[in-house]
């Protein structure tokens, strides 16, 4: 979604894409997840930890090099950008919002259902079935 700089600081805030990696990723609400650059490396950080400055996404969030081919170009400008995101309807992708998002909000990944990673496959937290099942195929 984007990538800033705030007092020499590089930061990087990405989307889940999809409902397999929204869970993986720990189901976040507000649906995002942040990256702080140390100088050697890229840490998870939690939302409340990025700069408040960083408001706006500065990068195409879907299918940006479908995207960018469009244009005829090899990047797109800040004008290109924000015209490739203002389609989406949902807040959390018109800007960075600080609060959690509602279920129900339409389009949102925080309506995805919520699954867990057992012995190689997602699965729901009381789905007896799907955990027998990996329970028999790691036999």
């Known amino acids: 979604m984007l990538v800033d700089i ?29 990256f702080k650059h140390d100088g050697k490396q890229w840490t998870r950080i939690p939302l409340q930890e990025l700069p408040v400055e960083i408001k ?8 940006p090099d479908i995207e960018v081919e469009r244009l005829g170009k090899s990047f797109a400008s800040v004008d290109e950008v924000k015209r490739a995101n203002a389609g989406f309807k949902q807040p959390e992708y018109q800007s960075i919002v600080r609060e959690p998002v509602k279920p129900g909000t339409e389009g949102s990944l925080v309506n995805c259902e919520e699954l867990i990673f057992y012995k190689g496959a997602w699965v729901g937290p009381g789905d007896s079935i799907g ?9």
């Open 131 to 139: 955990k027998r099942m990996m329970d028999l195929k790691s036999k």
């Open 56 to 63: 706006t996404p500065n990068l195409i969030i879907s299918a």
């Open 6 to 34: 705030v007092n020499g600081e590089p930061y990087l805030v990405v989307s889940p894409l999809g409902c397999l990696s929204y869970n993986k990723w720990g189901r976040p609400n507000p649906p995002y997840v942040a």
